[in-house]
């Protein structure tokens, strides 16, 4: 992706489709806004930041629509560039003939197309948002439940940024201190004990922690949890996701090998987005279907944070033996497996409900919708979330820079009893707060800006 950023650029900034208002946002240089709302509007000049009713014309001075324009100066707007606004009747071919209009209008005054995230972007490389608050724009538009977008919206504020840029000014100062040691060796000091060096770096660390946890916490939000129900054929798994949807998403049937395909839905419990993925029983089959159908179980089961290994309980040891070993032959020690045992509505000697002697065990009857709670409960402790107001959205980029911050920090500290080491020392403090201004934006490459803003919708 190349930005130009001696071009204005244009796009329709409300979503596609037919509406009764729709958006379309043109932003740039002040003269190249100027001489547009001259040429669409038939005026020399607009006030600043006032709305106004007023008749959109087009090449030929016909009218298009009567629309409410809005004429943002720089750097007074989202972009810090001149902007202008036109609310225009939402058809999508109107739309679209607006734009049309404005790049036929704009020639001589270098409109072009945006580029996806481009108005974001150039907000901002002008310094009017920091990269964990532009990438913050697309999670707030994306996010799937009310905790999500409180999350979103205090990266937007700019909380993360400030714990990170927090952090990263005590790092500064104890960079300073050392760097400080290192310039002046004859001094006869104790540097651990006079500039106090190892409170400095505890405390560093406690704040890094903290700021993972919020992290990882916040990632939950964004991307949510997949959770496979696996299992062998005709164990309810298909009525257990209708159970958890609270809807008829899955085909439920007597015949063994319903399910050839995935069939996925999304629920929220507590605002976390959980993927719950049915998957085609496992079993030995000749059917050619079915076993595309069983492969994809099994990759789904290598792709999810959680487990619902699902069983009858008519027959428990029958149906749990072989299909368990390759569940967890192919899942690993790190996936939480929950144990589901379902049809107890079938079996009058087990009781519902989680299993006080075996936390990952819980029974449930899918059509009767006994234990249903006690799965989503289960799920969301295994998920790892704690609900704190403290949480903000974040991504696999920031937790990563995190890990990498807090990784050279560590290397520093096998080295800082040991004044030889001193240059090494100071050298993993610089890493480890590049690490972290890397996450804010402050040292990212075009590169790294490209794959983040490429993901953004045309408009914003």
């Known amino acids: 992706m190349k930005y130009l950023f001696n071009d204005s650029i244009v796009a329709i900034s409300t979503p596609v489709g037919n509406g009764g208002i729709g958006i379309v946002r043109i932003s740039g240089k002040d003269e190249s806004i100027k001489g547009l709302i001259n ?37 007074r707007s989202y972009t810090g ?4 606004e036109i609310q225009a009747h939402g058809g999508q071919v109107l739309m679209k003939w607006i734009v049309e209009i404005i790049l036929e209008q704009g020639k001589s005054l270098n409109v072009r197309l945006a580029e996806p995230g481009e108005f974001t972007q150039r907000a901002f490389l002008n310094g009017k948002l920091d990269l964990v608050q532009a990438e913050s724009v697309i999670d707030l538009i994306n996010a799937t439940s009310k905790n999500a977008i409180k999350a979103a919206s205090r990266s937007l504020k700019g909380d ?61 939000l964004r991307d949510g949890i997949r959770v496979a129900l696996v299992g062998p054929t005709n164990v309810g798994k298909s009525s257990l996701l209708n159970a958890l949807a609270g809807d008829d998403i899955a085909i439920v049937s007597d015949v063994e090998g319903t399910t050839r395909d995935k069939v996925q839905t999304i629920i929220h419990i507590e605002g976390i987005p959980f993927y719950i993925i049915d998957t085609a029983g ?5 059917d050619v279907v079915e076993k595309i159908g069983i492969q994809r179980s099994k990759n789904e089961i290598s792709k999810a944070d959680i487990i619902l290994e699902v069983m009858d309980a008519r027959n428990i040891l029958d149906s749990h033996d072989e299909v368990s070993l390759i569940v967890r032959d192919i899942a690993g020690s790190n996936v939480p497996i929950v144990t589901v045992v379902n049809k107890i509505d079938l079996n009058n000697n087990i009781s519902c409900g ?21 799965i989503k409960r289960i799920l969301l402790e295994k998920s790892g979330w704690t609900n704190t107001e403290s949480i903000f959205i974040a991504r696999e ?5 995190l890990k990498a911050a807090q990784k050279h920090l560590r ?5 800082f009893n ?43």
């Not at 560039?81 to 202008?84: D, G, M, T, Y």
């Open 397 to 401: 980029r920031h937790i990563q820079g």
């Open 39 to 75: 040429k669409l509007f038939d005026k020399k000049d607009l006030e600043v930041q006032k709305a106004q009713l007023l008749p959109l014309y087009d090449q030929n001075k016909d009218l298009v629509d009567r629309a409410i324009v809005i004429y943002f100066q720089a750097p």
């Open 282 to 286: 496992i079993r030995d089959t000749s």
């Open 81 to 84: 560039e001149s902007v202008l």
């Open 160 to 220: 993360f940024s400030k714990k990170i840029t927090d952090v990263n000014s005590l790092l500064t100062r104890l960079r300073i201190e050392v760097e400080a040691i290192l310039d002046f060796p004859e001094e006869e000091i104790n540097y651990l004990e006079d500039y106090k060096i190892k409170e400095q770096f505890e405390e560093i660390d406690r704040q890094l922690d903290l700021i993972l946890l919020d992290s990882k916490q916040g990632e939950i």
């Open 411 to 415: 290397k520093a500290k096998d080295n």
């Open 354 to 374: 989680r299993d006080s002697l075996n936390e990952n065990l819980v029974r449930t009857s899918a059509i009767n919708g006994e234990g249903i709670e006690d």
């Open 418 to 460: 040991d004044e030889n080491y001193l240059e090494f020392f100071a050298e993993e403090l610089r890493l480890a707060s590049d690490e972290l201004g890397n996450i804010v934006g402050k040292t990212s490459s075009d590169d790294l800006l490209g794959m983040i803003f490429a993901g953004f919708c045309i408009g914003k």
